[in-house]
Each structure stands twice: as structure tokens, then as C-alpha cells.
């Protein structure tokens, strides 16, 4: 299987997040790709395919912000990085959002999401090769890899946070669409609820969005991801949740995972895209499921034997010394 990755989606590399009430040293590191990487054979470097495909998901201000708000929250004079810290409260008078710090609360859902000056250089080359692996399978891969860091399934379309900035899933299966697929299927099997994913085509009948992840009672994103959200409009009954319980092992997971994929087979998509995250693995830092690296393999197996042409893009992942054997064993399992 081909897998993309530019190396310019290293630089990202900011200092501290908001964990718990403190600031501790940020979990989602260039180091995570860097692992990743050396378990593979080698990635291509991804091609640049512009702006117009992030720009058919994101909204124009947004990126805008992405791009220049590291400069303009300098120029104000904070020291750090940028950090959304403030929010308009709703369903009160229109406020003034054209402030650096009003533009941060903006456009973020989280504190813990900062950008440096080397943020969208990196967050762009991650949706390069998120469209790179769609190329792939255009000229008739059957599957193709894409090392996507940053993250993305919790962004929308206007706003980041989970360490993610642009939507690499939602992106490619954008592009997907506009290049002449009638319909594209998002399996979610990150830890976390792909929130972002879910937002974006929440009235949208032509992407079918499946995600199995930890209780939002428990885990971020908290919001969202509950079993009752299933879309609405168009969109009505094109997204799935499966909410598993902390603890889960893989016997509940495939559970979720077959209910996922029988969802998925009568949606009959012409492509599927895996958000892949390895932060479901047992020894996961930041979060509660009990995946064993051998487990990976049958998982990736059961996707692969529904047969459809699949663009797998890395989302969450956390245990950065076992990560490259989770991510090698899920892509040897396919
Ligand atoms: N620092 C992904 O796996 N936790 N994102 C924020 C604690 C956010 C994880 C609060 C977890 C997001 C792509
Ligand atoms: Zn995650």
C-alpha cells in the first residue's frame, strides 16, 4: 500500500496544552509522525493540489486565520502560543470579533489546539497528503495511506481543536465527491468522537459518516458524539454513533465495528475513508479503551473484506514507542 507524508508536517511543535487545570508539555508531537514513519516502508511526499480543495470545506475566514493569527497575536504582543482563552457568550448582543484574542475563541472549540507560526504550513501539508492518497486510489489503488499529523477529525468548518486544524477526512472525501464519487463513507475508529467530521456533513446525504468511540458522558469531546445524533435534513440517518463504555476490549469493539460496516455496505460507497487513530490501544496516555497491538490487524482486516477502495488517514494516537507498531500492524492487517 502507498502511504503520503511531507515532511513540512513536522514543524508544528507547539510548547504546552490545557490538561486538567494545568499546562503540561503538548501530547500531540512531531515525534508521533517521526515513529510512525520508521515503522513504514518508505512514504512519498505528497503533492500540492492548492488551496481550492480545503477551501471547498473550510471557511474562507477561517483559514485566513490559521494563517495569520500567530503574526497578529506577536505583533499584539503575548508571549506563547496562540491559544483561544476567551469566548463570546451566545444569545447575547452581537459583539466585536475582529480582536486577535476575539478571533481566537472564534474560530477554536478548545483551549488546548495552539498554533504557532509553523501551524499551517504543517495542518496544509497533512491535507496534502490526505489528497495524495485519494489520488492514489483515483488511478486505481485499491488503498492508500495517509499520514495526516496534525489530526483532523475535530475540526469543522470553522473552527480547530484535539490538536487538529483542517479536516483531512472531510477534505479528501470533499474532493472525492467533486472529482465525480456519487458517495463516500468516513469510518471513525479514533478513540475520541470526530465531532468535526460529524459537524461538516451533518445535513449531507451524499457522506455517511460511522464513528465508534468513547462515551462523550466521559471522554472529549463531551458535546458530542451521543447515539441519538444521526443527522438531519438530507443528512437524516447518515451518521452513526456507536458510543462504547471506558474499558472496552476488542471483543466489544468488532462488536461496534460489524455494526459500522453493515451501516456502511447498504450506503454502498463508492470510496471509504478510516480515520484511523491509534489512541484506542491499551496503554494510551489520554484515554480509557483496552486495544492490543496485535488487535489492529483483525480490525483493519474485518474493513478490508467489505471490499471498497479505502483511504486511510491518521487521526489521534498517543503511546508514542508503541505507535509505530500499532499503525504497521493495522496497515499489514489490511
Ligand atoms: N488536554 C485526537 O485524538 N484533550 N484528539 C484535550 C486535555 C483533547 C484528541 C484536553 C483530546 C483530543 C485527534
Ligand atoms: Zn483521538
Request: with cysteine; glycine share 12%; hydrophobic share 45%.
Amino acid at each position: 500500500m502507498r502511504g503520503f507524508f511531507d515532511p513540512r508536517q513536522l514543524a508544528h511543535a507547539p510548547a504546552l496544552e490545557l490538561h486538567n487545570g494545568g499546562l503540561i508539555a503538548y501530547a500531540e508531537t512531531p515525534a508521533r509522525a517521526e515513529m510512525i514513519r520508521a515503522a513504514l516502508p518508505a512514504l512519498e511526499a505528497a503533492d500540492d493540489h492548492g488551496t481550492a480543495p480545503i477551501l471547498a470545506v473550510h471557511d474562507a475566514g477561517y483559514v485566513d486565520f490559521l494563517q495569520t493569527a500567530p503574526a497578529r497575536w506577536a505583533e499584539a504582543g503575548r508571549a506563547g502560543d496562540v491559544m483561544g482563552y476567551i469566548w463570546p457568550i451566545v444569545g447575547r448582543r452581537p459583539v466585536r470579533l475582529d480582536r486577535i484574542d476575539a478571533l481566537a475563541g472564534r474560530y477554536s472549540l478548545d483551549a488546548s489546539t495552539p498554533l504557532t507560526a509553523d501551524t499551517w504550513g504543517a495542518a496544509y501539508w497533512s491535507a496534502q497528503s490526505a489528497l495524495s492518497a485519494l489520488d492514489a486510489i483515483r488511478t486505481g489503488d485499491r488503498a492508500a495511506f495517509a499520514l495526516c499529523r496534525p489530526p483532523g477529525h475535530h475540526a469543522g468548518r470553522d473552527y480547530l481543536g484535539g490538536y487538529c486544524h483542517l479536516n483531512n477526512a472531510a477534505i479528501a472525501a470533499q474532493a472525492g465527491i467533486d472529482g465525480g464519487m456519487a458517495r463516500v463513507a468516513i469510518l471513525d475508529v479514533d478513540y475520541h468522537h470526530g465531532n468535526g467530521t460529524q459537524d461538516i456533513f451533518w445535513t449531507r446525504g451524499d457522506v455517511f459518516y460511522a464513528s465508534i468511540h468513547a462515551d462523550p458522558a466521559t471522554d472529549y469531546p463531551f458535546y458530542w458524539g451521543h447515539a441519538d445524533e444521526i443527522g438531519e435534513g438530507a443528512g437524516e440517518g447518515a451518521t452513526l454513533n456507536l458510543p462504547l463504555p471506558r474499558g472496552s476490549a476488542i471483543d466489544a469493539f468488532r462488536k461496534a465495528l460489524a455494526q459500522a460496516l453493515a451501516a456502511i455496505a447498504s450506503f454502498a460507497p463508492d470510496l471509504a475513508i478510516v480515520s484511523f487513530g491509534a489512541d484506542t490501544y491499551v496503554d494510551d496516555p489520554i484515554s480509557g479503551f483496552a486495544i492490543q497491538t496485535g488487535d489492529y490487524a483483525m480490525i483493519a482486516r474485518d474493513i478490508a473484506e467489505c471490499g471498497w477502495p479505502t483511504l486511510i488517514a491518521m487521526e489521534g494516537g498517543y503511546a508514542v514507542d508503541a505507535l509505530g507498531r500499532n499503525v504497521a500492524g493495522f496497515l499489514a492487517g489490511f
